[in-house]
Nanobody
Framework: QVQPVESGGGSVQAGGSLKLSCAAS????????LGWFRQGLRIEREGNEV?????????????DYANSVKGRFTISQDNAKKTLYLQIDSLKPEDTAIYYC???????????????????????????WGKGTLVNVSS
């Protein structure tokens, strides 16, 4: 069973930076979308969680970002370490959220369609989700 594990979250002041990591191995897709998503701190009923897709990368290395984070977030991966990263700079209080990494098949879709919206977990069609890491930004 593949289980992504996020790390690197924390409490920072506005304007600061964090680098999130997501370690996982064993994906069996021929083509893949990897992404970072975030969810506000309001408690949602399980299955109804709404998350914003903020950054994605596909197996060709193509990246895309939500408009709300462009120029401040950078997604990357280290295939040898089987780790996905999210560098977050110029943090704002509105970036406060739980950040999740996820993986899913690329067949039949363009990974860029995963960013910029707020959808339920099920709507994203990603098979593997981590448990999340909290980013708390104070003003």
């Amino acid at each position: 069973q593949v289980q992504p594990v996020e790390s690197g979250g924390g409490s920072v002041q506005a304007g600061g930076s964090l680098k999130l990591s997501c370690a996982a191995s064993g994906y069996v897709y021929s083509r893949i979308c990897l992404g970072w998503f975030r969810q506000g701190l309001r408690i949602e009923r399980e299955g109804n969680e709404v998350r914003e897709g903020v950054a994605v990368i596909d197996d060709d290395g193509k990246t895309d970002y939500a408009n709300s984070v462009k120029g401040r977030f950078t997604i990357s991966q280290d295939n040898a370490k089987k780790t996905l990263y999210l560098q977050i700079d110029s943090l704002k209080p509105e970036d406060t959220a739980i950040y999740y990494c996820a993986a899913g098949p690329r067949e039949g879709r363009i990974c860029s369609t995963l960013v910029g919206g707020n959808r339920t977990v099920w709507d994203y069609g990603m098979d593997y989700w981590g448990k999340g890491t909290l980013v708390n930004v104070s003003s």
